[in-house]
Nanobody, 116 residues
Framework: QVQLVESGGGLVQAGGSLRLSCAAS????????MRWYRQAPGKQRELVAA???????NYADSVKGRFTLSRDNTKNTVFLQMNSLKPEDTAVYYC??????????WGQGTQVTVSS
């Protein structure tokens, strides 16, 4: 059974921090690229960060230097540490799993709200 469970969203003041977690079933976590997307009201969903099974990461320019994506392969979990948050980071954040053969899975989303 495929499971993808996100947690850690909430309300924070500008300049604050949040840490998002995404726990996946072992069957889909191994050898997969783990990604975080976000979607703000009225905007398209955008890729925020990605991490390969080798630990190599990529970030959107808008979050470089502020967000850090890591993975714990023993817990089948990825963590998105978000620092120096800005009001423009407000969005629903979605965890995404991309398997080597192209199968994708999405989490239910977690709301992040940054007040000014």
């Amino acid at each position: 059974q495929v499971q993808l469970v996100e947690s850690g969203g909430g309300l924070v003041q500008a300049g604050g921090s949040l840490r998002l977690s995404c726990a996946a079933s072992r069957s889909i976590f191994s050898n997969s690229i783990m990604r975080w997307y976000r979607q703000a009201p009225g905007k398209q969903r955008e890729l925020v960060a990605a991490i390969g099974s080798d630990g190599i990461t990529n970030y959107a320019d808008s979050v470089k230097g502020r967000f850090t994506l890591s993975r714990d392969n023993t817990k089948n979990t990825v963590f998105l540490q978000m620092n120096s948050l800005k009001p423009e980071d407000t969005a629903v954040y979605y965890c995404n799993v991309l398997q080597p053969r192209g199968m994708e899975y999405w989490g239910q989303g977690t709301q992040v709200t940054v007040s000014s």
